[in-house]
Every structure is written in C-alpha cells, then in structure tokens.
C-alpha cells in the first residue's frame, strides 16, 4: 500500500510551492487545486515507500477535454488488464526493450511517463521490477490515487515545480508520447528530469505501409484460423480482395489526405507521427540509439539520448 507523503510543520513558506502532497477530493478527473509547503523530496525514499505525490493542475482546455475523452477506454485497460492480446504482445516486447536498456545504461530507477490509471504496475514494467530497478508512474488522471507504485499525479510539465533531490535514471514514454500538447517539450523535459537524458519511447506510426501491416496480419490470422482447406482458404481470400481490400485502399488513402493536411486523424491525440516525422523531431533533440519498428505492427520502440547530439557523417570527396 501507499505511503503518503507528510507535509513537515518546519517548512511553512507558502510563496513557492504548488506541490500537493496528499490524495485529491472530489469527482473531478484531475486533481483540486490546493496550496501546500514545499520541502524537498528524498528519491529514494519515495520510490521505496511508494509513495503519492500530487502536483497543481495545469494544462489547456483543449488538453483535457483530448485527456478525458479516453478515460472510459482507460478504466478497462488499465484498471482490469483489458487491452487487446495484439496489445499484451506488444506490451511484453516493449519490457524486454525497456529491460536490455535499463541492463545497458545501468539504470536503477525509472519513470513512466503517461502511466495511465491502472493500481497495479502496467503490464510493459511488470516483471522487471525488483530492488535494482525501482518504478515510479506519473499521470494527470487522478483516479485511483492508492497505487500499488510510486505515483506523481500530474503532467509532466508540472513536474519542475517538485524538488526532487536526484534525478532518475531513466525516462519512459508508452503509447503517451502523442498525448502530449507538445511533444518536443514533453522530450526536453524527460532529458531535464533525468541524470544522462535517457528516455525510451513506444509510439504507433501512421505511415501508410505500416498501417496496412495490421489489416493483413489480423485478415490472414482470421482467413487461415477460419478455413482448414485449400479451397475455403482461397475463397476467403478471394472474398477479402473483392470487399475488404477496396476499403482498406480507401482508408489508407484518407488517412493519408489528413496527415497531408494536418487535420486530427481522431479526438485522442494531439500528435499523429510518422516514421521520418518522429525521426526528425528525435534527430533535433537527442541522438537515437536505436529505433525499432516491431514487426506485423506499427509500433516503434526507441532509445534516445536527449542532449547528446551525433556528429554529421563526413560529406564523402
Ligand atoms: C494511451 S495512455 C498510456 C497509458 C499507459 N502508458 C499504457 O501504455 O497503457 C496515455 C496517457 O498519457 C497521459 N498524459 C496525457 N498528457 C500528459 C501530460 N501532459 N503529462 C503526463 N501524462 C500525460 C494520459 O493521462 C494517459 O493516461
């Protein structure tokens, strides 16, 4: 369970802070506002502890009302492990991903990001976790304040105002990364908060190839699960390329029109990244140290540097 974080009598400076140390009241999805001392917060404690700590509520309307708009779709996922088995097979990659770099960069704590609203750790981190590699989830969605984890609830952009007497070592985006109003100071900040700029990233693409990746996977699953023989396997084929196939070319096609145009492909998102996209906005910060397209999906795991910029390749003579 939960340690609560005690607001010590000693620090009685009502100028500075905007930290809240204590569980929000009220129905509202993001946290009351409340005035709170400041003192300073010992990592390691908090992280062992797990302990809640809540940040002022910040952000545009615009960013709340795309926040809230899943919500209902969050209370399934994360609170009861509901996510699709295509997503609980990306989720197990994506903690292998996080472990081979938390094992590289010698990290022994990390952040996530966009942690959701889930009690338990989210099913990407569970497993990895253990007394060298100490979780902490952050989100400005205040529900289920009693968490299994360290929790800061808050966006990350209020993170700064919470004096923290270390940086982590290690900085986590999972599928939140387009949630952000802007995610090249969602980036710069994750490089800020952390000790050597370490952020590990999991975010669809909505490039067109990739996309259509998913419907032929899901449609060749559903054709041969569906059909045992050469015949029926045929016809049900022959049935997806005269009645499907138009649809998906057609999708794809207006899908391709938004990006172009720079219209929402949805209410969900603020960004909507495509491959060489996320790639210059990566390139601009940060040097990528790998970037990983999970195959039969659209999902892309990235290990990034921020601060750390890679020399030009010498033009060749
Ligand atoms: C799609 S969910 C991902 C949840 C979890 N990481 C997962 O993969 O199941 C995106 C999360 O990003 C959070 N988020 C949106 N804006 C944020 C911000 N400014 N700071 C921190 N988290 C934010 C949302 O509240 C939401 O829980």
Known sequence: MNGKLHIPSSTPDNTLP????????GGNAFKQHENAHPSMINLEDFLEKRETLCLTEGGSSAWRTITQASLEEYRVHHLYDGYPDSTKAIMAMFGGFIAKWALIW?????????????TKTPPYVRGLLDNNLKYAGLDPLAENMERDYAFVCGRLEDLKEASLDKRFDLAVFATSLDHFEDPREAL?????ITESGHVLIW????DSPLIARIDVSDMTDRVCRENHNIISRTLGFLWYSIFTWPRVARDLRTRENKL???????????SYFTESELKDL???IGQINEFAVCPGTNSVFVSLTVGVTTEPDPTPA
């Open 203 to 206: 975010c669809g693409l909505h």
């Open 282 to 284: 990566l390139l601009s």
């Open 188 to 192: 710069l900040l994750a490089g800020d």
């Open 18 to 25: 905007t930290l809240v140390r204590s569980a929000p009241k």
């Open 260 to 270: 172009e145009t720079g219209q929402p492909l949805d209410k969900l998102h603020f």
């Open 106 to 118: 010698n990290s022994t704590n990390l952040i996530d990001l966009g942690c959701g609203i889930g």
